[in-house]
């Protein structure tokens, strides 16, 4: 078993399409780099003078007509509280991202991307085989189709656990030298650790996942395939539908509402209510919860289902 392990990562590694992708994600992730650069950094003297005077013009407007904007707010029925116009502040023109978010922001983004990566190369791992016919070859020399399906499983495990978390260690180090360099204080490092370690179990999930699409659908393209097809459904389901309140209801049953709680340690998204009022018809927002559990037993049974399916399809399908 050990010796069919060894074999499967070099055949991985040595494939055109997990350098190219890996070329890819490394070449995003850099360049991502300039815009958290952009957001920790001070601002430059030209900067500060363009804030003065966004922020004395801002001001100014406030002195002006706050009292009135506050009357009109009122009287359209809007309770006191919520028709405060508070003072701007010239802190509101020159902050610059605190550590924290910046890190959390770069990470998720290191995360989704490694993910999807890991995605697609594992799709054409086990496609490539069968597109190509070497997965008979393999199997005329190692006949034990069990363990053949083990060992390349454990493959794209080990390796898209690998990359995730290299990838998530190098943007944190990154944001902490950033941080260091500028002067700016280091916060919450212990959670953004977390939210990397958490991120490594996304990209296990969807590496498992395009292993085993693309070995039922036998063929390189069937992850990438369903991958688009999913994104072409989450578009019409957010963008398209997303005023409907059937429609947000199914995010606890959407995979990337799981995923973003098995990151962030629990995710909130909001469901429209449809109110009557004396006005007419209103809308209101109401925030639900995904908690860390329902993100983690989600995937569980996700991958245990298509771990099972795949593994009695490569155990009774002929491979010729």
């Known amino acids: 078993m050990i010796r069919l392990f060894r074999a499967e990562i070099s055949r991985l590694l040595s494939r055109r399409f997990t350098v190219i992708a890996s070329i890819a994600v490394l070449l ?19 900067q500060l003078a363009a804030a003065q005077q966004a922020y004395e013009e801002e001001r100014q407007e406030w002195v ?5 904007y506050e009357q009109e707010c009122q009287e359209a029925g809007e309770p006191p509280e919520n028709c405060v116009y508070e003072e701007p502040t010239l802190d509101n023109y020159t902050d610059t991202a605190a550590f924290d978010e910046i890190a959390t922001i770069s990470l998720q983004v290191s995360i989704y991307l490694v993910a999807l990566a890991a995605l697609m190369v594992a799709g054409s791992f086990i496609g490539a085989e069968y597109s190509t016919g070497s997965i008979a070859n393999w199997l005329s020399f190692i006949p034990r189709r069990g363990p053949v399906f083990a ?15 290299l990838s998530a260690a190098l943007m944190i180090g ?5 941080a260091r360099w500028y002067d700016v204080p280091v916060v919450k490092l212990a959670e953004t650790i977390s939210m990397g370690a958490r991120g490594i179990l996304v990209a296990v999930a969807l590496a498992v996942l ?19 097809g999913y ?3 989450w578009f019409v389901r957010n963008a398209v539908l997303g005023g409907f309140g059937w429609a947000a209801r199914l995010t606890p049953w959407s995979p990337e509402g799981n995923l973003s709680a098995i990151v962030s340690k629990g995710t909130t998204y909001e469901v429209p209510v449809q109110q009557l009022t004396a006005e007419g018809i209103s809308f209101d927002y109401v925030e639900r919860t995904i908690s860390f559990a329902h993100g983690l037993t989600y995937w569980g049974i996700v991958l245990a289902v298509v771990i099972i399916a795949a593994a009695l399809i490569f155990r009774k399908r002929d491979v010729s």
Do not use: D
């Not at 395009?210 to 688009?228: D, E, K, P, S």
């Open 231 to 233: 994104l072409f459904v």
């Open 174 to 178: 990154i944001a902490v030298g950033l």
């Open 28 to 46: 995003a992730l850099s360049a991502f780099q300039l815009a958290v650069n952009n957001e920790i950094s001070p601002p430059s003297a030209e």
């Open 64 to 68: 002006e007509h706050h009292e009135e």
């Open 210 to 228: 395009g292993f085993c699409i693309g070995l039922i659908g036998r063929h390189t393209a069937a992850a990438i395939g369903v991958l688009l």
């Open 151 to 165: 060992s390349k499983l454990i493959t794209v495990v080990t390796l898209s656990a690998l990359a995730s978390a």
